[in-house]
């Protein structure tokens, strides 16, 4: 029996993700039965979470439209500068932008947290964890592991194609449109919890004795209790990211 076959077109950097003779141009694709448009999505290697739009024969669909053969598919990712009213999104929209990350991403979470974005990571979570966490506190799960995200259970996400920490949170920045988001030094990079001013008095005993007499302002997590203070790492903090495009 003859396998139905529809034409598939897959745009920007959801290239990445084909195979070479599959990136840049339309090609035709077999299948069975009448499966949903995301399967076959994920079936060419492209996860579900990258994807933001999807034209079958010039309309968009949602992730479960049936197939039926002779379709041709237009898959999107992304968009970072324009609107689209009137279609409806793959994925209900989150009201805050807040991450979660996986175990390879300690230096992209440091950066995160300094900006004041939420971000939950730890060095030991599992795959299940990390799902859950995204799943039950509306956190979108950023990595470098495809499987991960095509897990079904998953609805927001993000691919790292940067490898470089500063890369990937420039990265982040434009993919989810966070610019004028960034509340620096309001988050401790330790633990992710809120910071707030601290006394002098506070400090006494707990940092250097030099810093206690050229500091007047100090910044306590309330969580950790960490200690943060205007110095040369905050200097050195700026320039690193001002080279990205990231200024505060």
């Keep these: 029996m ?5 034409e598939f077109r897959f745009y920007g950097e959801l290239d990445d993700f084909l195979a070479p003779a599959q990136r840049k141009r339309s090609f035709e694709h077999a299948f069975d039965g009448t499966p949903s448009v995301k399967d076959r999505i994920e079936s060419l290697g492209v996860p579900h979470t990258e994807v933001d739009l999807i034209l079958v024969d010039g309309s968009p669909v949602g992730f479960d439209h049936r197939l039926a053969g002779g379709e041709r598919v237009a ?19 989150l009201q805050q932008p807040r991450f979660v990350l996986d175990v390879h991403l300690g ?34 799960l950023l990595t470098r592991d495809v499987g991960l995200l095509r897990r079904a259970a998953l609805v927001h996400g993000g691919f790292l194609h940067e490898t470089d920490s500063r890369r990937q949170l420039r990265e ?3 993919r989810f449109r966070l610019q004028g988001r960034i509340a620096p ?3 401790c990079a330790r633990c992710n919890g809120l910071i707030g001013p601290a006394t002098p008095a506070l400090a006494r005993g707990r940092v250097p004795g ?7 302002r100090f910044s306590r997590c309330h969580d950790c209790g960490q200690l943060y203070w205007p110095g040369g790492h905050l200097a050195r903090l ?10 505060f």
Excluded: M
């Design 107 to 140: 230096h992209l979470a440091r950066y995160l947290r300094l900006l004041g974005f939420d971000t939950r990571y730890r060095n030991d979570s599992d795959d299940d964890e990390l799902l859950a966490l995204s799943r039950t506190e509306d956190r979108i």
């Design 238 to 247: 700026r320039a690193r990211l001002a080279e990205i495009g990231v200024w």
């Design 2 to 6: 003859d396998r139905r076959r529809c």
């Design 75 to 93: 898959v999107y990712p992304a968009f970072q500068s324009l609107e689209l009213p009137g279609i409806a999104p793959l994925r209900p929209p």
């Design 185 to 187: 030094l309001t988050r």
């Design 172 to 174: 982040v920045l434009d």
């Design 210 to 216: 030099g810093v206690l007499r050229e500091q007047k």
